[in-house]
């Protein structure tokens, strides 16, 4: 069990990871903070004046602006596979009233920031549909169905991501090794280590220096937050309590 494309572009672009967004008549790539609300539609915080929101503002005539909005996965770990790139294209618009307010909401359950309070007066919302997604990873890029991204939910471990793997490694990392060779029916000279995590399993690295490998562990069922992860692992990082 892995994610499916629309699962990896949405959960890159949900707003836990930079982003830029590339403007129609703005030469290069800007800095943005953004997230995704629960359609998938992207928003964009923008203080107000300056010159994203400048290059935002739709010229005399239209009511929105071509956006596209460029995501990198930062991998949690060393060694650690990326994701890839996600590129969302739409057409961004200005909120106001009560629609400034529930993206205002929106966003704030991705990516709180006070900021938001602001809203009106030193920042501004904008939002666009997205119209086209595409998938970037190795060399190669995929266009991902605009209705499959919005039906995809992101990952939900994702924001911790850096965090589970980071404490597997501190405070688990011989309990971990003693059940992933188990299950991967690994000698003991091999040193298998958990390198990402997604709802569906774990990504492992395992192998000599220089001849590194990479094999999946998948859970039986996927999982919903980091609590029920925990409960999932437990017998393998506690296996003698899980026994009793």
């Keep these: 069990m892995r994610p499916s494309p629309a699962e990896i572009v949405r959960t890159l672009v949900a707003g836990h990871l930079p982003a830029l967004a590339h403007l129609a008549r703005t030469p290069g790539p800007q800095q943005v903070?953004?997230?995704?609300?629960?359609?998938?539609?992207?928003?964009?915080?923008?203080?107000?004046?300056?010159?994203?929101?400048?290059?935002?503002?739709?010229?005399?005539g239209d009511t929105d602006v071509a956006t596209v909005l460029d995501v990198l996965d930062l991998p949690p770990t060393a060694g650690a596979p990326s994701l890839g790139r996600a590129w969302l294209s739409g057409w961004a618009e200005p909120l106001d009233g009560d629609e400034a307010r529930q993206a205002a909401m929106d966003f704030a359950a991705v990516r709180p920031t006070g900021d938001l309070l602001d809203v009106g007066s030193?920042?501004?919302?904008?939002?666009?549909?997205?119209?086209?997604?595409?998938?970037?990873?190795?060399?190669?890029?995929r266009l991902i169905d605009p209705q499959a991204y919005a039906k995809a939910e992101p990952d939900p471990l994702h924001a911790a991501e850096a965090d589970l793997v980071a404490d597997l490694a501190d405070h688990h990392a011989e309990q971990v090794a003693a059940h992933l060779r188990r299950q991967l029916k690994l000698s003991g000279a091999e040193s298998p280590r958990v390198v990402r995590i997604d709802r569906y399993g774990l990504t492992v690295a395992y192998g000599r220096p220089g001849a590194a490998r990479r094999a999946r562990v998948s859970f039986g069922r996927p999982v919903a937050d980091?609590?029920?992860?925990?409960?999932?692992?437990?017998?393998?990082?506690?296996p003698r309590q899980a026994a009793a």
């Design 226 to 238: 980091v609590d029920e992860l925990s409960r999932l692992l437990h017998p393998m990082l506690c």
């Design 33 to 60: 903070r953004h997230a995704t609300d629960p359609q998938g539609r992207v928003l964009l915080l923008v203080p107000v004046p300056g010159d994203l929101a400048t290059a935002l503002t739709p010229p005399t």
């Design 122 to 141: 030193r920042f501004a919302l904008h939002r666009f549909a997205v119209s086209e997604a595409r998938w970037e990873r190795a060399g190669a890029t």
